[in-house]
């Protein structure tokens, strides 16, 4: 079972930045595609950012290109979104999602879920 433990959301001003860390035990990490969803309030849980799980491609989605970057550690078991230049449209609560290579992290395809942090995006 994998464990996936998020931190660092919080309350920022528009044109702020944040970093969202996931932390993630129970499994070698190296074996984990790793991602990032979001749900706003009255909308659909949607795909916001993944990676490989050897780290050497990402995918985003066209909302957030140019502006978050996904990144990983397998030394620290830890996967990172930054995210820059925030909009209020970008406020949600921010699920990490974990998938058993070489599956990957995408709607219908996630194995594990973390339990979200809040990011709240406001003057």
């Known amino acids: 079972q994998v464990q996936l433990v998020e931190s660092g959301g919080g309350l920022v001003q528009p044109g702020g930045s944040l970093r969202l860390s996931c932390a993630a035990s129970?499994?070698?990490?190296?074996?984990?595609?790793m991602g990032w969803f979001r749900q706003a309030p009255g909308k659909e849980r949607e795909f916001v950012a993944r990676?490989?799980?050897?780290?050497?491609?990402?995918y985003y989605a066209d909302s957030v290109k140019g502006r978050f970057t996904i990144s990983r550690d397998n030394a620290k078991n830890t996967v990172y979104l930054q995210m820059n230049s925030l909009k209020p449209e970008d406020t949600a609560v921010y699920y990490c999602?974990?998938?058993?290579?070489?599956?990957?992290?995408?709607?219908?395809?996630?194995?594990?879920w973390g339990q979200g942090t809040q990011v709240t995006v406001s003057s």
């Open positions: 999602a974990a998938s058993i290579a070489p599956r990957r992290v995408v709607p219908g395809s996630v194995d594990y």
């Open positions: 990676i490989t799980w050897y780290g050497s491609s990402t």
């Open positions: 129970g499994r070698t990490f190296s074996s984990l595609a």
